[in-house]
């Protein structure tokens, strides 16, 4: 998947335990980062729409997985067709790949690449869901999802890594994914909102986050994932690259929260848990595709230019008016176009590629790929996200209806609730819902025809006259 | 009779209960309130987002007193509630018809 590796590698390299090991480690960080990012943005939403803001990243587990083997792994990796997309038989339902077959030059399996970059395609859809929350039908974002990673990812992710998808060919840098994953997952988001609109009291209504510390926990995951992100791009770590790619992502990440931080206390006159969380997260987005290709120093200038361009960048939803609810685009786009830029700026030419940046005497020359690379990325997943959403929404409808955004997506869409309020009289009135014990399990009460397996005790009308007996006792009494 | 209602600041609320307790109040309801005086609420940042949060918690504090002790319960709770600075709170009492314990029956000052 890295340009320039094939001057690298020894020429017919045999499988090494220890870079296998290490792939299928860095392979579960990365299936990791999709429940933090749940975490992450469940966090920001309000309480009422907690659980789906968690749904939209986890189903991606569920469809993308099965997709990749059915043929996601094939359309992406597979043997090059016309540099737009690849299609390779034995890669279809991953079943004509031997044990110890080994990937394309490296010293691991096939397989293990196929489950590392699975947990890369499962990841990038489950982005875009944060600037779409509180208001999309759970179903049609199940469709989205499957349709988009067919026709957007699995063919970007051919462009930018797949031997002779095009800007692979033509030498764009991008070590892990800060245009495959960042800027198409932000482009993407844009062009969704474009067809879905705002929420129901967007700019008047305050929609503050409901919890902060849940919003920590899921930063703090992504950020230990980033590690599988980053340092298993380069396949294995016999030569010391994925230690470098690791260095790197960890002093962008905090030298971006840093300047997030900063940045708001001078602004805003605090240094906010939501400015840290998020700051971090920049500085991960911008240093994946440049890790692989600049020193330290240069990942702290990459993490801190990053830092405060994601800042500035979050308030362009209110000067625009698109509501862009947890600021993918402020984060993901801007934060993955900036990375992807200042490769061009930063590359040394001593780690990942040759390829030097403009700062180490490379002039232009990789700044201009870096550019096309980014643009046309970002140009494919903004026509084609909001093409698929429109064809979605005229089949199906996007939206839920207003009643049930405002009143709450999670009890509409899952039949659950995130956190349980209930105050004064709480507990008789949960014991109350509990099934008698002979009686047939109820089902999802407002679904459940009447009459049908629903318990004495959950019925409304049961419920009454169990309140009427009360109080005819309590006249007795006082009488 | 009189009730007395003290809606204050919530760290506040020990100070006056054991004020309360000195005074010899045998009993109070205390509930967590939120609500805003003169000053406002105050603002909260997320991401340069800034969000004005009128309600600010509170605790209402409610005891049932004999008519002679009002003013100097009054003046007890004002001493242990203030700190000076805004957000204090505010103490009023207004008249109760009646009171009975609902254990015994009994009613009135006794029921205090």
């Not at chain 1, 009460?445 to 169990?466: E, N």
């Not at chain 2, 049932?64 to 000076?84: C, F, S």
Request: net charge negative; hydrophobic share 50%; with cysteine.
């Amino acid at each position: 998947m890295l340009p320039g590796i094939s001057t690298l590698a020894a020429p017919a390299p045999d499988l090494s335990a220890a870079n296998t090991g290490f792939m299928l480690i860095c392979s579960a960080l990365v299936m990791l980062m999709t429940p933090a990012l749940a975490f992450f943005y469940g966090g920001m939403v309000r309480v009422k729409s907690t659980l789906n803001m968690l749904m939209m990243s986890f189903i991606s587990l569920g469809i993308v997985t099965v997709l990749w083997v059915l043929y996601g792994f094939s359309v992406a990796f597979g043997t090059d067709i016309g540099s737009v997309v690849g299609w390779s038989g034995e890669y279809v339902g991953l079943s004509g790949i031997g044990l110890t077959e080994l990937w394309d030059g490296y010293t691991i399996p096939v397989y293990v690449f196929a489950v590392f970059q699975l947990m890369f395609a499962i990841i990038t859809p489950a982005l875009i869901s944060g600037a779409l929350a509180d208001r999309v039908k759970f179903s049609a974002w199940a469709l989205f999802v499957a349709l988009w990673a067919t026709v957007v990812y699995f063919p970007v992710a051919h462009w930018v890594w797949g031997a002779g998808g095009w800007l692979f060919e033509m030498g764009v840098i991008d070590f892990a994914g800060g245009t495959a994953v960042h800027v198409n997952a932000g482009a993407a988001a844009l062009g969704v909102l474009w067809v879905i609109g705002r929420r129901v009291g967007f700019g008047k209504d305050p929609m503050r986050p409901h919890s902060l510390p849940l919003v920590m926990l899921g930063a703090g995951l992504l950020w230990f994932g980033w590690f599988g992100f980053n340092a298993g791009s380069w396949l294995g770590n016999d030569d010391g690259v994925g230690a470098v790619m690791f260095v790197n992502t960890q002093v962008a990440t905090a030298a971006a929260m840093l300047a997030w931080l900063a940045y708001e206390k001078i602004r805003h006159g605090a240094f906010t848990t939501l400015g840290a969380a998020s700051g971090a997260v920049a500085g991960l987005v911008a240093i994946t595709p440049a890790g692989g290709s600049c020193s330290p120093l240069g990942a702290i200038a990459i993490g801190a230019i990053a830092g405060v361009l994601c800042a500035m960048a979050v308030g362009l939803k209110f000067r625009f008016g698109y509501d862009d609810s947890l600021d993918v685009i402020g984060v993901h786009l801007v934060g993955g176009v900036a990375g992807s830029l200042l490769v061009g700026l930063f590359a040394t030419g001593g780690v990942q590629s040759d390829a030097k940046g403009l700062f180490y005497g490379g002039g232009l020359e990789q700044l201009g790929k870096q550019a096309v690379g980014v643009f046309s990325v970002l140009a494919y997943s903004l026509v084609v996200s909001a093409l698929l959403a429109l064809v979605l929404d005229r089949v199906m409808g996007m939206r839920v209806d207003e009643e049930t955004e405002v009143s709450g997506i999670d009890q509409a869409e899952h039949a659950e609730t995130a956190y349980d309020f209930s105050g004064a009289g709480g507990g008789a009135a949960a014991r109350r819902g509990v099934p008698a014990p002979d009686a047939p399990a109820a089902s999802v009460p407002h679904k459940a025809a009447p009459g049908t397996g629903r318990s004495t005790a959950q019925d409304p009308a049961a419920q009454d006259t169990a309140v009427q007996d009360t109080a005819a006792q309590n006249k007795k009494v006082d009488a | 009779m009189k009730l007395i209602t003290a809606v204050v600041k919530p760290h506040r609320l020990d100070e006056i209960k054991e004020a309360l307790q000195s005074f010899g109040v045998q009993g109070l309801t205390v509930t967590e309130a939120s609500g805003y005086g003169r000053q406002r609420g105050h603002t909260e940042v997320y991401r340069g987002a800034e969000y004005t949060v009128d309600l600010v918690p509170k605790v209402r504090i409610e005891v049932l007193a004999e008519d002679d002790d009002t003013e100097q319960l009054i003046e007890v709770i004002i001493k242990a509630a203030r700190t000076g600075k805004i957000g204090d709170g505010k103490v009023w009492s207004v008249p109760v018809d009646t009171a009975v314990r609902v254990r015994t029956g009994e009613r009135g000052p006794d029921a205090l």
